[in-house]
């Protein structure tokens, strides 16, 4: 069994818990806001996928700059500022659950 593993095991509360190099773990409620929930999780996931799609209208609306007409330019623009709103409401709702649910 690895040291990390050791560690885990005869700690209860590893999941507010570090494990540094070597097996030893850093506990207290500084570290407590290291626990993921399934919730954050979801969150987080959800947030990641927003912000891929802001970046990658982004790219497409730069690369389409010189080449597009200006209605399928604004079109773009339109959908590029879509998907930054909806990146900017993931973060906020993964944000309020850091700070109702500490975690």
């Known amino acids: 069994m690895a040291e990390g593993a050791t560690a ?3 700690n ?5 818990s570090l494990v540094r190099p070597g097996g030893a773990c850093l506990t207290g409620p500084f570290f407590s806001c290291m626990k993921f929930c399934d919730e954050k999780n ?7 996928a927003a912000t891929n799609a802001y970046a990658s209208s982004i790219r497409e609306l730069q690369q ?3 080449r597009l007409a ?4 604004e079109r ?4 590029t ?3 930054r709103y909806t990146s900017e409401l993931a973060r906020a709702a993964l944000l309020t659950h850091i700070r109702q649910h500490h975690c």
Request: charged content about 30%; glycine content about 4%; hydrophobic content about 40%.
């Open 42 to 48: 979801k969150l987080i996931r959800r947030y990641e």
């Open 81 to 83: 500022e879509e998907a």
């Open 12 to 16: 209860p509360d590893f999941s507010s």
């Open 64 to 66: 389409g700059l010189a």
């Open 8 to 10: 885990a095991a005869s």
């Open 76 to 79: 773009s623009f339109l959908a």
């Open 70 to 73: 200006r209605f399928d330019y």
